[in-house]
């Protein structure tokens, strides 16, 4: 006759168990296949709304739909709100309302269609890099030169700089008392250049190799350049810096510090062929964990809980804590952009997707 396991044994069994999976996958470093992840999960999208043209999130359960120069804000149903046809160029759009240039002319309008600001005689060329709350960073370019601009929300001028050469991307502290911006110089140099509150560059740094991202975050200055990942403070002094076997390809800095990258690296002196590996720092500088992908992604998106990255295929799902989630079939994704509740949409070719919590699990 067999024995039969209590049942307060067979509990504590799989106690056990359970415990040393999740160690496992929370500690374990070493670059493993998606597929091994035994909470990892094939979902098809929840899809809560599909639009012509391009979707962003406008507050609350209410978003922005442009498609072929119309303009509209849609509750999550589908129902206009209110319907328009600006003329111009759209630069941006988000909760903070919409940005449209006509030429050397940029406005904002509100979340109910109207005019918020207006400002003629602007820069030729204008882009959005940043909009953080009631900031918006702005750059575009005059007489040879790009020019770096700081409006606060009625559009009034905070500070302007003028560089040679092309700012390629910024980030602004919430209450505008800091400013990052990536550059390449006119030597072809990256450069990462932090603005006080009053235009006033605190320091500007040359980095050995090309400056991938920069983002200001509570601690500091958060960067990922091809070969490493640091911390400055907001005098210039490096507070943790991560090196990376191989070339970063892909990466994104969360709003809370939490570091996400994707570098190429060969497998064994045989390899001829690089593989892609995800590495996941904490705001400290910590490795969290790192994977080996099957895919070369073409984006990566920290947003909230949840790190995305996406392939050719679809989108693969992480937690903060390292943890395959979930893994989306939806082909042809362009960007992600972030949404109420963890939700997100999905940008392709010419619709957009809202998606249900891509993390929730089942």
Not at 57 to 76: C, H, M, P, R, V
Not at 135 to 161: C, H, I, K, M, P
Not at 327 to 345: D, F, R, T
Request: glycine share 10%.
């Amino acid at each position: 006759m067999s024995r039969r396991l209590s049942p307060k044994t067979s509990f504590l069994s799989g106690l056990i168990l359970v415990l040393m999976l999740a160690l496992t996958l929370v500690n374990n470093t070493n670059p493993i296949g998606f597929s091994k992840n035994a909470l990892f999960r094939v979902k098809t999208p929840e899809i809560i709304l599909e639009a012509p043209g391009r979707l962003a999130w406008a507050g609350e359960d209410t978003y922005y739909n442009y498609s072929k120069g119309n303009l509209k804000k849609i509750q999550q149903s589908g129902r206009a709100i209110w319907n328009d046809t600006p003329e111009g160029q759209l630069l941006w759009m988000g909760p903070e309302g919409v940005i449209i240039s006509q030429g050397n002319t940029i406005c904002m309008l509100d979340g109910n269609g109207e005019l918020n600001f207006e400002k003629a005689d602007f820069f030729e060329k204008p882009r959005i890099l940043c909009v953080q709350k009631q900031y918006l960073l702005l750059t575009g370019r005059n007489q040879g030169y790009e020019f770096a601009v700081l409006l606060n929300e009625s559009g009034d001028v905070v500070w302007q700089l003028p560089f040679k050469g092309s700012l390629i991307s910024g980030s602004v502290h919430s209450k505008g008392i800091y400013t990052a911006l990536n550059l390449v110089d006119e030597k072809v140099v990256s450069r990462m250049v932090v603005v006080g509150s009053t235009g006033e560059i605190l320091w500007n740094e040359t980095p050995s190799t090309l400056v991938y991202q920069v983002k200001v975050v509570d601690e500091g200055i958060g960067a990922i350049v091809s070969d490493r990942a640091f911390l400055m403070d907001y005098k210039g002094r490096l507070l943790w810096e991560y090196p990376f076997e191989g070339h970063v390809i892909r990466g994104d800095i969360g709003d809370d510090g939490f570091i996400t990258v994707v570098v190429t690296e060969k497998i064994g002196q045989l390899s001829q062929y690089p593989r892609p590996k995800v590495i996941m720092l904490s705001s400290h500088g910590n490795l969290v964990c790192s994977y080996s992908l099957d895919n070369l992604p073409n984006l990566v998106n920290k947003s909230k809980d949840f790190i995305y990255i996406v392939d050719d295929y679809g989108v693969m799902v992480l937690s903060q804590e390292g943890l395959l989630v979930s893994s989306i079939k939806l082909k042809g994704i362009k960007e992600l952009v972030p949404a109420e509740s963890n939700h997100i949409i999905a940008l392709q070719e010419d619709k957009s997707s809202l998606l249900g919590d891509p993390g929730g699990r089942y």
